[in-house]
C-alpha cells in the first residue's frame, strides 16, 4: 500500500474548493396520501378515521394516522441519496449506457423532477440544505467542515416530533455546533457526523468507515495500517490502468456492505412504521469500482465530455493550480492534461459505480415487495449535487455550472401518479418539506424550500416559486484557496451565488467579478456566456432583482412571525 494521503495532500469530497484532499410501488392517483397531505391539523390532533377505516389496509387508509407507538402516520420513509450522481444519468445523455433497472423502474412507479438543483456544494453544505430545508445563507454550513448551528431544525427533529426515530444507514457530512461541544470534544475534529436527531446505525462515514473497515478485516483482507488514517488506501486499484478492478471483491465493496447491513436493520423493524435515510458515498470518487462493475460500461457508448466553454475570471481560476487529488488513485491533480482515453475510462469507471448502486437499489425494491411494504413506503430517490464528469475540462463539484448542480429526484408515494415527469424548477431545500407534508406533519415557518406535495397529485401550484438558489463558498479560513489568490479576495467576498429560473441562469460573483450568463434552452450545458450582451444586460438585471427578492423574503425566518405585545 501507499504512504498515507492526507486531507491537506489531496481534495474532493472532503475539501473546500482548493484545499486538496481526496475526501470525499404501485399507488393509484387517487390514494388519500397525495389527496389530503397539505392540509394538515395540529401535530397533537389526528384527524378522525373514516368510518370503514377497520376493513381498509394502509395503502387505503386516509392519513394521518397513529400505531400503537403514537406514529402519527402509518407510512415508511426511505430517503436514498447517492452522492455525486448527475442528473443526466438518470434522464439525459448519459442514461441506458450501463444498466439501472432500479432507476428505471422508480421513475416508472414515481413522480421525476426533470429540474432540481442543488441548494449549495459541495457535500457538506449540500446535505445541510437538503435537511434543513434552508438556504446556505440561512444555515451557513457554507463549507465541508464550517459548523450548523444547533438551534436549525432538520429533518430528523422534525421527524421525532411525530413520533418517528429517524435512523441513519450511512453519513450525513455536517459539523458539530462548537457551541454545545467542549473544545476537547473528538466530534469537533470530523464533518461527517449525522445531522442532528438521526441515530446512526451503521458508522459508514467516507473518511472513516469503522463497519466496513471491520467486515473487510473479518473477511481476511490484508488492509493498510493504521485505519482509519489511511481510509484512502482502502479505494487503490489491483493492477495497472484506470478500469483495474477494486482489491475488494464486489460482494463486500462498500456499496454492498451499506445495502447489506440496512436490510438486515430494516427486517428487524419491518412489523411497525419506521424512517431511514441511506446515503451512498457512490458513485463519488475515488473512481474505482469492483469487477465486474469496473468493465462494465463500453467506453465506445459514451458520449464525448461536453468542449471547454466561455473563458472568463473562474475558468483561470479553477486551472491556476492542480486539484481534485482524489479523483483516482494516483492522481496528480492535472485536471487539463488528462488525455481523451483516460477521460473516456474515467466516465466508464463512474457509469459502472451507478451500475453497482442500481443492484443494490434493486435488492432493497424487492425487499418491500416481498414484504408487502411497498404500498406504504415514500421512497425518494436524489443525489446531493452532480458531478462535471470532464465536461469542459472540469472534475468535481466544486463549480458553478449545471452538471455540477443538476440533480436526480424522484418521488414514488401512495397516491403520486407514477410515471409522471415535472419539469418546473425545484431545489434540493424543497425535499423535508414534502417529506414532513406526506408524512403528517407541518413544516417549520423557518423553512425555505416550499412541499411538492400538489406535483405528486398532478397539480401546478399557481404561486410556484419557479428559481432554484445554488451558492458556493470558494474560501476557507486560515488557508487561502487558489480562488483567493487567483480573484485577489479576503474569505467573506470570494464566494458565488447561481440563479436558475425555467430558461437562464445567472451566476452572481462576489468581489466584482464580471458575471455569467446563460440560455439554458439554447445551451443546456452552459457553455455560451452572453452577459454582456444588449438582450444579456436585461436578463441579468431580472435575475439579481429576483435573487435580491429570494434573499430578502428568506432571510432567517425562525422568529420574525412573532410579536411581543404589552
Given at each position: 500500500m501507499s504512504p498515507q494521503i492526507s486531507t491537506a495532500q489531496a481534495e474532493g469530497r472532503g475539501g473546500s474548493a482548493s484545499s486538496p484532499q481526496p475526501r470525499k410501488p404501485r399507488c393509484g392517483p387517487g390514494h388519500p396520501m397525495i389527496a389530503r397531505a397539505g392540509a394538515r391539523q395540529r401535530r397533537d390532533i389526528p384527524p378522525a378515521l373514516p368510518e370503514d377505516a377497520a376493513t381498509q389496509t394502509v395503502q387505503e387508509v386516509a392519513v394521518p394516522i397513529q400505531d400503537e407507538a403514537g406514529v402519527t402516520n402509518g407510512l415508511n420513509l426511505l430517503l436514498v441519496t447517492l452522492d455525486q450522481l448527475r442528473a443526466d444519468v438518470v434522464f439525459g445523455a448519459l442514461a441506458g449506457?450501463?444498466?439501472?433497472?432500479?432507476?428505471?423502474?422508480?421513475?416508472?412507479?414515481?413522480?421525476?423532477?426533470?429540474?432540481?438543483?442543488?441548494?449549495?456544494?459541495?457535500?457538506?453544505?449540500?446535505?445541510?440544505?437538503?435537511?434543513?430545508?434552508?438556504?446556505?445563507?440561512?444555515?451557513?454550513?457554507?463549507?465541508?467542515?464550517?459548523?450548523?448551528?444547533?438551534?436549525?431544525?432538520?429533518?430528523?427533529?422534525?421527524?421525532?416530533?411525530?413520533?418517528r426515530e429517524p435512523l441513519l444507514f450511512g453519513y450525513c457530512d455536517m459539523a458539530a455546533d462548537p457551541a454545545e461541544r467542549d473544545p476537547r470534544d473528538p466530534d469537533l475534529a470530523t464533518y461527517e457526523l449525522p445531522a442532528r436527531g438521526f441515530r446512526e446505525?451503521?458508522?459508514?462515514?467516507?473518511?472513516?468507515?469503522?463497519?466496513?473497515?471491520?467486515?473487510?478485516?473479518?473477511?481476511?483482507?490484508?488492509?493498510?495500517?493504521?485505519?482509519?488514517?489511511?481510509?484512502?488506501?482502502?479505494?487503490?486499484?489491483?493492477?495497472?490502468?484506470?478500469?483495474?478492478?477494486?482489491?475488494?471483491?464486489?460482494?463486500?465493496?462498500?456499496?454492498?456492505?451499506?445495502?447489506?447491513?440496512?436490510?438486515?436493520?430494516?427486517?428487524?423493524?419491518?412489523?411497525?412504521?419506521?424512517?431511514?435515510?441511506?446515503?451512498?458515498?457512490?458513485?463519488?470518487?475515488?473512481?474505482?469500482?469492483?469487477?465486474?462493475?469496473?468493465?462494465?460500461?463500453?467506453?465506445?457508448?459514451?458520449?464525448?465530455?461536453?468542449?471547454?466553454?466561455?473563458?472568463?475570471?473562474?475558468?483561470?481560476?479553477?486551472?491556476?493550480?492542480?486539484s481534485q487529488f482524489g479523483l483516482h488513485w494516483g492522481f496528480d491533480g492535472r485536471c487539463e492534461a488528462l488525455p481523451p482515453a483516460a477521460t473516456a475510462d474515467l466516465r466508464a469507471v463512474y457509469l459502472g459505480l451507478v451500475a453497482e448502486v442500481d443492484a443494490h437499489l434493486g435488492r432493497i425494491l424487492d425487499w418491500l415487495d416481498a414484504t408487502g411494504q411497498a404500498g406504504r413506503t415514500v421512497l425518494v430517490l436524489m443525489a446531493d449535487h452532480g458531478e462535471m464528469l470532464g465536461d469542459q475540462g472540469y472534475w468535481g463539484k466544486d463549480n458553478v455550472l449545471a452538471a455540477a448542480h443538476h440533480v436526480p429526484l424522484v418521488i414514488r408515494a401512495p397516491g403520486a401518479q407514477a410515471g409522471r415527469v415535472v419539469t418546473d424548477v425545484v431545489s434540493t431545500v424543497d425535499v423535508t418539506p414534502t417529506l414532513l407534508d406526506l408524512l403528517g406533519g407541518v413544516p417549520p415557518a423557518a423553512m425555505d424550500g416550499t412541499p411538492l406535495t400538489p406535483f405528486l397529485r398532478g397539480e401546478r401550484p399557481?404561486?410556484?416559486?419557479?428559481?432554484?438558489?445554488?451558492?458556493?463558498?470558494?474560501?476557507?479560513?486560515?488557508?487561502?484557496?487558489?480562488?483567493?489568490?487567483?480573484?485577489?479576495?479576503?474569505?467573506?467576498?470570494?464566494?458565488?451565488?447561481?440563479?436558475?429560473?425555467?430558461?437562464?441562469?445567472?451566476?452572481?460573483?462576489?468581489?466584482?467579478?464580471?458575471?455569467?450568463?446563460?440560455?439554458?434552452?439554447?445551451?443546456?450545458?452552459?457553455?455560451?456566456?452572453?452577459?454582456?450582451?444588449?438582450?444579456?444586460?436585461?436578463?441579468v438585471a431580472r435575475l439579481r432583482a429576483a435573487m435580491l427578492d429570494l434573499r430578502m423574503e428568506r432571510a432567517d425566518r425562525r422568529l420574525t412571525g412573532i410579536s411581543a405585545s404589552g
Open positions: 449506457i450501463v444498466p439501472t433497472p432500479a432507476l428505471d423502474r422508480l421513475r416508472a412507479e414515481g413522480v421525476s423532477f426533470a429540474n432540481c438543483f442543488t441548494a449549495a456544494v459541495p457535500c457538506g453544505p449540500s446535505r445541510a440544505s437538503l435537511l434543513t430545508g434552508l438556504y446556505a445563507f440561512n444555515h451557513r454550513g457554507i463549507r465541508n467542515g464550517a459548523p450548523v448551528a444547533r438551534h436549525h431544525a432538520t429533518l430528523a427533529t422534525e421527524l421525532r416530533r411525530l413520533g446505525i451503521v458508522e459508514m462515514r467516507f473518511e472513516a468507515p469503522l463497519a466496513w473497515i471491520g467486515h473487510l478485516r473479518r473477511r481476511g483482507y490484508d488492509l493498510p495500517e493504521p485505519l482509519p488514517a489511511r481510509w484512502f488506501d482502502l479505494y487503490r486499484p489491483m493492477g495497472e490502468g484506470l478500469r483495474a478492478p477494486a482489491f475488494y471483491r464486489a460482494e463486500d465493496s462498500d456499496t454492498a456492505f451499506l445495502t447489506d447491513r440496512t436490510l438486515e436493520a430494516l427486517e428487524a423493524r419491518r412489523d411497525g412504521v419506521w424512517s431511514a435515510h441511506l446515503t451512498y458515498i457512490r458513485p463519488h470518487p475515488p473512481l474505482v469500482a469492483p469487477a465486474p462493475w469496473n468493465r462494465l460500461a463500453e467506453t465506445a457508448r459514451i458520449p464525448a465530455p461536453v468542449p471547454a466553454g466561455a473563458a472568463h475570471p473562474f475558468r483561470d481560476a479553477w486551472f491556476s493550480a492542480p399557481e404561486d410556484w416559486r419557479g428559481v432554484a438558489l445554488t451558492e458556493i463558498d470558494l474560501a476557507e479560513p486560515g488557508a487561502p484557496t487558489r480562488f483567493q489568490r487567483a480573484f485577489t479576495l479576503p474569505e467573506t467576498r470570494c464566494n458565488a451565488a447561481i440563479l436558475r429560473d425555467a430558461t437562464h441562469t445567472l451566476v452572481h460573483f462576489n468581489g466584482g467579478l464580471p458575471p455569467l450568463l446563460f440560455d439554458r434552452q439554447a445551451d443546456p450545458a452552459e457553455t455560451r456566456d452572453f452577459a454582456e450582451t444588449p438582450e444579456g444586460r436585461a436578463h
